[in-house]
Each structure stands twice: as structure tokens, then as C-alpha cells.
């Protein structure tokens, strides 16, 4: 990935149009500190993929388009572990 691809997914994921045109290297974010895959999701909530896909259409939790790969982020799925009362252990 060159880092010009790099930095549009970073303005797409973060919606910002604020960034500098070169990053620092203290900007790149690992995604995975971030983000997880549905199947994660799924695995952390301890629901099926499609239950993940349904709340992600329906707005119950926020997913960002990558290539084939749906990102959410980690705090959509704490929230959605709080509220059902599911323990996550990362």
C-alpha cells in the first residue's frame, strides 16, 4: 500500500480533512488498535456474522468499507457489550 492510498483511508475512516499532506510517523494508527472484522465482532459479542451485518445496516453499529473488509470500531462494540450485558476480553 503506498502511503498516499494510506492516507485516504485514514481521511475516509476518520473523516478529516485536517490532516497534513505527509504524515508523521506518530500519526499511522495500526487499525487493528482500532477496528475488528465482523467475524471478530461476532466472536466478541458472541453472535452470528449476519447479526453483526444486520446491526451494521440498521445503525446499531457504525461500519467503514475497506476492499472487501468491514471495519467497526472497538467502541461501537463496547457499547453494544454494555448494553447487552456481555463481558469483552481483548
Do not use: F
Not at 48 to 66: D, E, F, H, P, S
Request: charged share 20%.
Amino acid at each position: 500500500m503506498t502511503t498516499e492510498n494510506s492516507i485516504a483511508q485514514y481521511r475516509t475512516i476518520h473523516n478529516s480533512t485536517q490532516l497534513p499532506a505527509y504524515p508523521s510517523i506518530h500519526m499511522q494508527t495500526n487499525l487493528c488498535d482500532v477496528y475488528v472484522t465482523i467475524g471478530q465482532a461476532a466472536g466478541l459479542l458472541r453472535v452470528n456474522r449476519a447479526t453483526i451485518g444486520r446491526w451494521v445496516r440498521r445503525g446499531k453499529l457504525r461500519g467503514q468499507k475497506m476492499g472487501l473488509v468491514t471495519l467497526i470500531p472497538k467502541e461501537d462494540i463496547l457499547k453494544v457489550a454494555k448494553e447487552r450485558g456481555t463481558n469483552i476480553i481483548w
